[in-house]
């Protein structure tokens, strides 16, 4: 049966990326129950292995079915701004009003069987008010044990994503960004159809929009949902999950540290994606005030460019610069 969002003007219109730290954090939480998603993140299953071991996710475990069907929504809303602060997000999940949750947490447990007559699945619907609180509590200890301490890293990568599928967006229009996207999706008389997921789901906007997601935990899956009161929004796998846990390289040709200096070739060779002075700062371990000088000595050298994407200046390379950190030793000797 299809899955198919159907997107009037206003909808499309309306679309925007957004970046979530607590989607990532639920979503790990997922990836620690399912080995087919363990391959990219093995460095990182390996270095929590003993932390993960001290939380009891069984809660969230038996909300998240492993054979499909629904997820609750109320823990994982999607965000309100394209990069909402953890606290600010888990404070929309506090204020959840007991009866929805309930009703979320019913559905999800109606796809796992005897999940609902379990005792745990018992003692999560009785009272509704705090489980929410516990849920929440919970969410909050697995953030500030594994995903804070690697949030710079993650939200890089995520922060890429959104500035080169941003870019893409406005060069080709939304048909042709979904399929960028993840080959699951399609975008066909004014219809958003993701592939692959399970159950018929076949719902009209109307004109809310569409929050667009990229996801370091969810490779390989593309992910829709949120009935309302919630925004419907699309979850998709960042551009270079491949390479997200590989030990940092140095890459930068010595000719070309020679040339520029190591700080601004080291600069020039990460600006694969355009990349905002902060992202660049976690990136390379420098302090912001010196990559922001750094990247305005490149920009007046001509090889750079910036421009606005939000609150946010993003740089990327011009022809010249393309050219520079693409060079290998020889040609720059």
């Given at each position: 049966?299809?899955?198919?969002?159907?997107?009037?003007?206003?909808?499309?219109?309306?679309?925007?990326?957004?970046?979530?730290?607590?989607?990532?954090?639920?979503?790990?939480?997922?990836?620690?129950?399912?080995?087919?998603?363990?391959?990219?993140?093995?460095?990182?299953?390996?270095?929590?292995?003993?932390?993960?071991?001290?939380?009891?996710?069984?809660?969230?475990?038996?909300?998240?079915?492993?054979?499909?069907?629904?997820?609750?929504?109320?823990?994982?809303?999607?965000?309100?701004?394209?990069?909402?602060?953890?606290?600010?997000?888990?404070?929309?999940?506090?204020?959840?009003?007991?009866?929805?949750?309930?009703?979320?947490?019913?559905?999800?447990?109606?796809?796992?069987?005897?999940?609902?007559?379990?005792?745990?699945?018992?003692?999560?619907?009785?009272?509704?008010?705090?489980?929410?609180?516990?849920?929440?509590?919970?969410?909050?200890q697995v953030w500030h044990t594994l995903i804070e301490p690697e949030w710079p890293r993650l939200r890089a990568l995520l922060e890429a994503d959104v500035a080169y599928h941003s870019r893409r967006l406005a060069e080709g229009g939304f048909g042709r960004l979904v399929g960028e996207l993840?080959?699951?999706?399609?975008?066909?008389?004014?219809?958003?159809?993701?592939?692959?997921?399970?159950?018929?789901?076949?719902?009209?906007?109307?004109?809310?929009?569409?929050?667009?997601?990229?996801?370091?935990?969810?490779?390989?899956?593309?992910?829709?949902?949120?009935?309302?009161?919630?925004?419907?929004?699309?979850?998709?796998?960042?551009?270079?999950?491949?390479?997200?846990?590989?030990?940092?390289?140095?890459?930068?040709?010595?000719?070309?540290?020679?040339?520029?200096?190591?700080?601004?070739?080291?600069?020039?060779?990460?600006?694969?994606?355009?990349?905002?002075?902060?992202?660049?700062?976690?990136?390379?371990?420098?302090?912001?005030?010196?990559?922001?000088?750094?990247?305005?000595?490149?920009?007046?050298?001509?090889?750079?460019?910036?421009?606005?994407?939000?609150?946010?200046?993003?740089?990327?390379?011009?022809?010249?610069?393309?050219?520079?950190?693409?060079?290998?030793?020889?040609?720059?000797?």
């Amino acid at each position: 049966m299809p899955f198919h969002l159907h997107l009037a003007e206003a909808d499309l219109l309306r679309c925007r990326f957004a970046i979530s730290p607590l989607w990532e954090t639920q979503e790990a939480v997922r990836t620690l129950a399912r080995p087919e998603r363990h391959g990219y993140h093995l460095p990182w299953l390996r270095r929590t292995r003993k932390a993960t071991a001290g939380i009891d996710l069984r809660p969230l475990w038996l909300l998240m079915p492993s054979g499909g069907g629904h997820n609750p929504d109320f823990f994982c809303p999607p965000p309100l701004g394209p990069a909402v602060p953890f606290e600010e997000e888990l404070a929309v999940v506090r204020a959840t009003p007991p009866g929805t949750a309930r009703d979320d947490m019913a559905a999800a447990l109606a796809a796992t069987p005897g999940a609902a007559r379990s005792a745990l699945g018992r003692s999560l619907l009785a009272d509704p008010a705090r489980t929410v609180r516990r849920l929440a509590d919970l969410l909050e200890q697995v953030w500030h044990t594994l995903i804070e301490p690697e949030w710079p890293r993650l939200r890089a990568l995520l922060e890429a994503d959104v500035a080169y599928h941003s870019r893409r967006l406005a060069e080709g229009g939304f048909g042709r960004l979904v399929g960028e996207l993840s080959p699951r999706l399609a975008f066909e008389d004014a219809t958003l159809k993701i592939d692959g997921m399970r159950g018929s789901h076949v719902r009209s906007l109307d004109g809310q929009g569409l929050v667009l997601m990229p996801s370091v935990f969810c490779w390989p899956d593309v992910i829709s949902g949120f009935e309302p009161p919630w925004q419907p929004a699309v979850v998709y796998p960042a551009r270079g999950v491949g390479g997200l846990w590989s030990p940092p390289q140095d890459r930068t040709p010595a000719a070309l540290a020679a040339l520029l200096g190591r700080a601004r070739a080291d600069i020039l060779r990460a600006l694969d994606e355009p990349a905002s002075t902060s992202s660049l700062a976690r990136l390379l371990g420098l302090a912001p005030s010196t990559v922001s000088a750094h990247l305005s000595v490149l920009r007046a050298a001509g090889l750079l460019t910036s421009r606005r994407y939000g609150h946010q200046v993003l740089y990327e390379r011009t022809p010249l610069g393309i050219t520079l950190a693409g060079s290998q030793p020889d040609t720059l000797s």
